[in-house]
Each structure stands twice: as structure tokens, then as C-alpha cells.
């Protein structure tokens, strides 16, 4: 007997599955009466993510959302978000049905305002240290430590459920006491031992998954701890080994500084401009080099942590999400994004994010042993924008 595939379902035995209908719990070895030999197994169906936006389309809405931003003086930012991310959402699609994103822009807006108002008292008080600063930089700090994981959670919330697929919304159902060790200890965690940082991935990749819903199937990461550590060491060694490479090279600038006299000089008016301007230039090319190693290690542990989570994703026993890009491929697109970004001053930035996503979306499949349509809606209830709005506005960034 040959060994079953890796996609089995994970309802209980003599149960119906995520969409309430078929009994995709049964065991694979179940015998009917009169039959002789297997049940068979469900087929695997894949449904790879394309993405038909384009960049000029996206510079269109893009332009106008920096405009109408800046003319406000900010105000519009919810507007703009939303527009942002339903062009996103409309243009990804699965099994020929794209995704939606519902959210009220209004609703965004209370939750900014509410947000700008704490932390524009934090740096007003920074700024002016008016009588009583320390009291305000102190409240709205500590405000921000004992809230924060209720603030992702909040986010995670209405992000969820003001996504839709085949008019069926998503919920996020994680447990308050899960935030606050996911969001809450693993950070503080992190923040004073170093090895506690991939701890704190794994914990919030897990919280993110296992609250998710979608009707009434629900999240789950298959995935283990060690992985991380391991995406995390190669994070370091590459950072490492970059620092030790851009130091060898300055010690043999040095050198050669030193061999050309330039080191006996008793003062830097004595250099000719020439020289100082390659001086400068040296120094400037070797502090974006430091920066671009730095960046390079940390898209690397994004990308490699995105594609092992996106390849232990489970929703409901019958749908598994998979990854098959290149990491590195990831991080060459979103550098050379970056430089491309900064050179034109901003305005390649609709042309770095379609052409990040047009990579990615074909990259990632949804594999399903039933069919798409076979999920029951939760009505579930409206959900504040305020952790929406505090995670946005202060660039706290949730997904992965």
C-alpha cells in the first residue's frame, strides 16, 4: 500500500467538514459494508493567486491619494487607504473570484483622529516641554505599552472582517490573553534577550492564523518553532558576514589612504577638492552599503518567514495555502524597488508595488480537497477601526 498524501483533512471522525456538507472527517481507511478495499482519497484541486493590476492604472489612484492627502493636510489618508486596498483586493483573484475590501473610511478617520491626538500630546510635549511634559510623555507611553497588544488585535479584527471572497466575510476570532502574550510578553521578550525574537515571530504568525475565520472554518498553522531560529541565525550570519566584508574593504582604503600620504597631511584644507569630494564619497557609498546589507538580512527573514508560514496555513481541514517564490528573488525585487523609489523622488512607487505583487501572486496557490463555494457564512458584528487606524498611522506592519 502506497503512503497517503500529505493533505488530510483534520475534522473529527464521522463529522462534516468546514461547510457543513460533506463528512470530509471520515477516515481514509473506512470500510463500506459489501466493499472490499480503500475509500478514495479527495482529490487536491490548486488554485494558483493572479494579479491583473497594472501600474499605470495604480499611479492614477496613487497620485491622487498623495494630493488630496497633502490639500487636507492628512484627513484624507483614510480615504486613500481604502482606495489603495480594495485596487489591491479587486485585482487579486482565486478560482475567478476576486477578493473585496469593505471598509468604511469614516470609521478609519474617528480611530486616526483619536490616535493623532494621543501622540501629537506626546510630541508637542517633547517639543515645547511645557510644565507637567514628563506626566504627558509618561501617560501616553505607558498608554501605548498596556494597550498595544489590544490595538493589534482590534486591527486584526477589522482587517479580517472587512475583507470578503465570494461574498463571504473573514473573522478573526483570537483570545485577548493570546494578544498579550503574543503581542505583549513575546515583545518584551525580544527587547531584552535577542534569541527570544524568533520565539516572538513564531507566537505572532500562530496568534495571526489560528484566529482567523472564514464562515465557520478555521485557521491553522502547522508550522514549528525551529524553522524560525534557523531563518533568524541565517538573518544574523548574513549580517554579519557584511559588516566583516565592508570592514575589510575600509581597512584597505586605509591602507591605501595611508599610501598616499594623505594620512600625514596636517590639515583637511590641504587637500585639493578633488580629493575631499572622493573622500565624501567614499563615506557616503560606504554608509549605503552598510544600509543595504542591514535591509538585505532583514527582506530576507521577511520573505523566508512569509513563504514558511504561507506553506503551513490550513483553514478548516480542507483548504492549505502554498508558496513556491524564491526568497531571494524577494529581496533582490524590493531593494532594487527601494532604489528605484528614492532615485525618481517617489514616484515609482505604484511601479514597485505592482511589480512586487505581480511576482508574488503567481507564487502562491490555494490547494483545497473541496470546493470553494462550500462554506457557511458567520454574520458576526461590526468591529471598531480603532486598532486599524492606530496600527496604520503609526506603520506598524501585521501582515506576513
Known amino acids: 500500500m502506497t503512503d497517503p498524501p500529505d493533505f488530510i483533512p483534520i475534522s473529527e471522525p464521522g463529522t462534516a467538514g468546514a461547510s457543513g456538507g460533506m463528512p470530509y472527517g471520515r477516515p481514509v481507511?473506512?470500510?463500506k459494508p459489501g466493499v472490499v478495499g480503500l475509500a478514495p482519497m479527495p482529490q487536491v484541486r490548486t488554485f494558483p493567486l493572479s494579479f491583473t493590476?497594472?501600474?499605470?492604472?495604480?499611479?492614477?489612484?496613487?497620485i491622487v491619494n498623495v494630493a488630496l492627502s497633502v490639500v487636507t493636510l492628512g484627513l484624507y489618508?483614510?480615504?486613500?487607504?481604502?482606495r489603495t486596498r480594495q485596487y489591491y483586493y479587486g485585482n487579486t483573484w482565486v478560482d475567478g473570484h476576486n477578493f473585496e475590501y469593505t471598509?468604511?473610511?469614516w470609521?478609519?478617520?474617528r480611530g486616526y483622529l483619536l490616535v493623532a491626538g494621543f501622540f501629537g500630546a506626546y510630541s508637542a510635549a517633547v517639543q515645547f516641554q511645557f510644565q507637567g511634559w514628563e506626566w504627558v510623555v509618561g501617560i501616553v507611553i505607558g498608554l501605548f505599552v498596556l494597550l498595544y497588544p489590544w490595538l493589534v488585535r482590534q486591527s486584526l479584527r477589522f482587517l479580517a472582517r472587512s475583507t470578503v471572497h465570494r461574498g463571504l466575510h473573514f473573522s478573526f476570532q483570537g483570545r485577548m490573553g493570546e494578544a498579550y502574550v503574543s503581542y505583549g510578553l513575546a515583545n518584551v521578550a525580544a527587547g531584552i534577550v535577542f534569541p527570544a525574537l524568533p520565539w516572538a515571530w513564531f507566537m505572532q504568525r500562530r496568534y495571526q492564523i489560528a484566529g482567523v475565520r472564514y464562515g465557520q472554518a478555521q485557521g491553522h498553522f502547522r508550522g514549528d518553532i525551529a524553522p524560525f531560529y534557523l531563518i533568524g541565525l541565517t538573518g544574523l550570519g548574513l549580517t554579519i558576514g557584511g559588516f566583516l566584508l565592508l570592514g575589510l574593504l575600509a581597512v584597505l582604503g586605509v591602507g591605501i589612504f595611508s599610501a598616499l600620504d594623505l594620512g600625514r597631511l596636517r590639515d583637511w584644507e590641504d587637500l585639493s577638492p578633488g580629493a575631499m569630494a572622493s573622500i565624501v564619497a567614499l563615506a557616503g557609498l560606504a554608509y549605503?552599503?552598510?544600509?543595504?546589507?542591514?535591509?538585505g538580512a532583514w527582506q530576507y527573514v521577511r520573505a523566508a518567514i512569509m513563504k514558511y508560514v504561507?506553506?503551513?496555513?490550513?483553514l478548516g481541514g480542507v483548504v492549505r495555502l502554498g508558496a513556491t517564490f524564491n526568497p531571494w528573488t524577494l529581496v533582490w525585487i524590493t531593494l532594487s524597488n527601494?532604489?528605484?523609489?528614492?532615485?525618481?523622488l517617489g514616484l515609482l512607487t505604484p511601479w514597485a508595488a505592482v511589480r512586487r505583487m505581480k511576482y508574488l501572486a503567481p507564487n502562491i496557490q490555494v490547494r483545497a480537497i473541496a470546493d470553494l463555494d462550500d462554506f457557511t457564512a458567520d454574520a458576526g458584528s461590526q468591529e471598531s477601526a480603532l486598532g486599524e487606524a492606530a496600527t496604520e498611522l503609526l506603520d506598524i506592519n501585521l501582515g506576513f
Do not use: D, K
Open 29 to 31: 481507511n473506512e470500510v
Open 53 to 62: 493590476g497594472t501600474s499605470a492604472e495604480f499611479f492614477r489612484i496613487w
Open 77 to 82: 489618508t483614510p480615504w486613500a487607504r481604502v
Open 103 to 105: 471598509a468604511n473610511p
Open 107 to 109: 470609521a478609519l478617520l
Open 288 to 295: 549605503l552599503a552598510l544600509l543595504l546589507v542591514y535591509l
Open 310 to 314: 504561507l506553506n503551513h496555513v490550513e
Open 338 to 344: 527601494t532604489v528605484a523609489q528614492v532615485l525618481t
